[in-house]
Protein backbone atom coordinates (compact mmCIF):
# COMPACT_ATOMS: atom_id res chain seq x y z
CA UNK A 1 0.00 0.00 0.00
CA UNK A 2 1.40 3.44 -1.36
CA UNK A 3 0.61 6.89 -0.23
CA UNK A 4 0.70 9.60 -2.50
CA UNK A 5 0.09 13.44 -3.29
CA UNK A 6 -1.31 14.48 -6.61
CA UNK A 7 -1.53 17.75 -7.84
CA UNK A 8 -2.98 20.33 -10.27
CA UNK A 9 -1.54 23.41 -10.43
CA UNK A 10 -4.07 26.16 -12.14
CA UNK A 11 -3.12 29.18 -14.10
CA UNK A 12 -6.29 30.98 -14.93
CA UNK A 13 -8.10 28.47 -16.96
CA UNK A 14 -5.34 26.06 -17.27
CA UNK A 15 -3.99 23.03 -15.53
CA UNK A 16 -0.71 21.85 -15.50
CA UNK A 17 -0.80 18.33 -16.84
CA UNK A 18 2.29 15.88 -17.49
CA UNK A 19 1.76 13.85 -20.08
CA UNK A 20 3.41 10.57 -18.66
CA UNK A 21 5.87 9.12 -21.41
CA UNK A 22 9.36 8.48 -19.92
CA UNK A 23 9.42 5.76 -17.93
CA UNK A 24 9.13 1.87 -18.19
CA UNK A 25 6.67 -0.15 -16.55
CA UNK A 26 4.74 2.87 -15.48
CA UNK A 27 1.20 2.34 -14.40
CA UNK A 28 0.54 6.06 -15.66
CA UNK A 29 2.29 5.15 -19.33
CA UNK A 30 0.67 7.52 -21.95
CA UNK A 31 -1.63 9.28 -19.49
CA UNK A 32 -1.84 12.50 -18.42
CA UNK A 33 -2.23 13.45 -15.39
CA UNK A 34 -0.91 16.04 -12.19
CA UNK A 35 2.51 16.35 -10.43
CA UNK A 36 3.15 14.47 -7.37
CA UNK A 37 4.69 11.31 -6.11
CA UNK A 38 5.27 8.61 -3.15
CA UNK A 39 5.93 9.80 0.46
CA UNK A 40 9.42 9.85 2.06
CA UNK A 41 9.86 8.86 5.41
CA UNK A 42 7.97 11.22 8.31
CA UNK A 43 7.39 13.33 5.01
CA UNK A 44 3.46 15.22 5.95
CA UNK A 45 1.16 15.27 2.98
CA UNK A 46 2.05 19.16 2.20
CA UNK A 47 5.89 18.17 2.37
CA UNK A 48 5.57 15.77 -0.46
CA UNK A 49 3.15 17.68 -2.30
CA UNK A 50 5.57 20.45 -2.30
CA UNK A 51 8.86 18.32 -2.40
CA UNK A 52 7.43 16.55 -5.73
CA UNK A 53 6.09 19.83 -6.94
CA UNK A 54 10.22 20.88 -7.01
CA UNK A 55 11.45 18.17 -7.92
CA UNK A 56 8.87 17.50 -10.99
CA UNK A 57 8.65 20.96 -12.24
CA UNK A 58 10.97 23.05 -10.31
CA UNK A 59 8.21 25.65 -8.97
CA UNK A 60 7.66 26.41 -5.38
CA UNK A 61 4.33 26.58 -4.52
CA UNK A 62 3.07 29.12 -2.50
CA UNK A 63 -0.68 28.53 -2.65
CA UNK A 64 -2.38 25.23 -2.29
CA UNK A 65 -5.29 23.16 -1.23
CA UNK A 66 -5.66 19.48 -0.02
CA UNK A 67 -8.93 19.02 -2.13
CA UNK A 68 -10.01 15.39 -1.27
CA UNK A 69 -8.63 12.47 -0.42
CA UNK A 70 -8.58 9.36 -3.50
CA UNK A 71 -8.34 5.21 -2.37
CA UNK A 72 -6.68 4.24 -5.66
CA UNK A 73 -6.83 0.65 -6.32
CA UNK A 74 -5.70 -1.27 -9.79
CA UNK A 75 -5.31 -5.15 -10.01
CA UNK A 76 -1.99 -6.54 -10.05
CA UNK A 77 -0.58 -2.98 -9.17
CA UNK A 78 -1.95 -2.81 -5.50
CA UNK A 79 -3.58 0.04 -3.80
CA UNK A 80 -2.61 3.56 -2.89
CA UNK A 81 -3.91 6.49 -1.17
CA UNK A 82 -3.54 9.93 -2.79
CA UNK A 83 -3.58 13.34 -1.30
CA UNK A 84 -5.38 15.52 -3.96
CA UNK A 85 -4.00 18.86 -4.13
CA UNK A 86 -5.11 21.98 -6.45
CA UNK A 87 -2.68 25.31 -6.54
CA UNK A 88 -3.15 28.45 -7.65
CA UNK A 89 0.03 29.95 -6.26
CA UNK A 90 3.85 29.08 -7.51
CA UNK A 91 6.72 30.81 -7.58
CA UNK A 92 10.29 30.04 -9.72
CA UNK A 93 10.81 28.79 -13.40
CA UNK A 94 9.96 25.77 -15.05
CA UNK A 95 12.30 22.82 -15.49
CA UNK A 96 11.80 19.92 -17.88
CA UNK A 97 10.44 16.92 -16.49
CA UNK A 98 12.43 13.86 -16.24
CA UNK A 99 8.85 11.75 -16.46
CA UNK A 100 7.13 13.24 -19.00
CA UNK A 101 6.23 16.12 -20.73
CA UNK A 102 4.54 19.46 -18.76
CA UNK A 103 1.79 21.17 -20.45
CA UNK A 104 -0.79 23.58 -19.63
CA UNK A 105 -4.07 22.23 -21.05
CA UNK A 106 -7.36 24.17 -20.83
CA UNK A 107 -9.46 23.00 -18.23
CA UNK A 108 -12.49 22.76 -21.06
CA UNK A 109 -9.81 20.78 -22.91
CA UNK A 110 -9.36 17.65 -20.28
CA UNK A 111 -11.69 15.20 -21.68
CA UNK A 112 -9.90 15.16 -24.68
CA UNK A 113 -6.64 13.93 -22.86
CA UNK A 114 -5.82 10.17 -22.63
CA UNK A 115 -7.14 10.17 -18.84
CA UNK A 116 -7.94 7.36 -16.00
CA UNK A 117 -11.75 7.49 -15.95
CA UNK A 118 -12.06 8.10 -12.52
CA UNK A 119 -9.86 11.43 -13.02
CA UNK A 120 -12.59 12.81 -15.09
CA UNK A 121 -15.00 12.26 -11.33
CA UNK A 122 -12.53 14.18 -9.39
CA UNK A 123 -11.92 16.80 -12.48
CA UNK A 124 -15.59 17.41 -11.87
CA UNK A 125 -15.69 17.67 -8.45
CA UNK A 126 -12.92 20.05 -8.35
CA UNK A 127 -14.83 22.10 -11.20
CA UNK A 128 -17.72 22.40 -8.58
CA UNK A 129 -16.10 22.81 -5.66
CA UNK A 130 -17.05 20.19 -4.45
CA UNK A 131 -16.23 20.32 -0.06
CA UNK A 132 -12.99 18.04 0.70
CA UNK A 133 -14.19 14.71 -0.32
CA UNK A 134 -13.15 10.46 -0.27
CA UNK A 135 -12.92 9.23 -3.70
CA UNK A 136 -12.49 5.18 -4.03
CA UNK A 137 -11.58 3.98 -7.71
CA UNK A 138 -10.75 0.12 -8.23
CA UNK A 139 -9.57 -0.85 -11.85
CA UNK A 140 -9.22 -4.26 -13.71
CA UNK A 141 -7.35 -4.47 -16.63
CA UNK A 142 -7.30 -0.26 -16.47
CA UNK A 143 -10.80 0.03 -16.65
CA UNK A 144 -12.82 1.65 -14.05
CA UNK A 145 -14.98 -1.18 -12.38
CA UNK A 146 -16.50 0.64 -9.15
CA UNK A 147 -16.34 4.78 -7.94
CA UNK A 148 -17.51 5.34 -4.28
CA UNK A 149 -17.99 9.36 -3.26
CA UNK A 150 -17.92 10.03 0.67
CA UNK A 151 -19.34 6.17 0.58
CA UNK A 152 -21.94 6.36 -2.04
CA UNK A 153 -21.76 4.28 -5.47
CA UNK A 154 -21.52 6.12 -8.34
CA UNK A 155 -23.01 4.82 -11.59
CA UNK A 156 -20.02 4.42 -13.90
CA UNK A 157 -20.91 5.11 -17.77
CA UNK A 158 -21.19 2.59 -19.98
CA UNK A 159 -18.69 1.26 -22.18
Known sequence: MGMTTLCYIERGDEYLMLH???KKNDVNKDKWIGVGGHFENQESPEECLLREVKEETGLT?????FRGLVTFIEEGWGM???CLYTADGYEGEMIPCNEGNLEWVK???LDNLNLWEGDK???RLLRDEAPFFSLKLRYQANELVEAVLDGKALELPQP
Not at 61 to 65: N, P, Q
Open 20 to 22: RVS
Open 61 to 65: LTSYR
Open 80 to 82: EYM
Open 107 to 109: KSE
Open 121 to 123: IFF
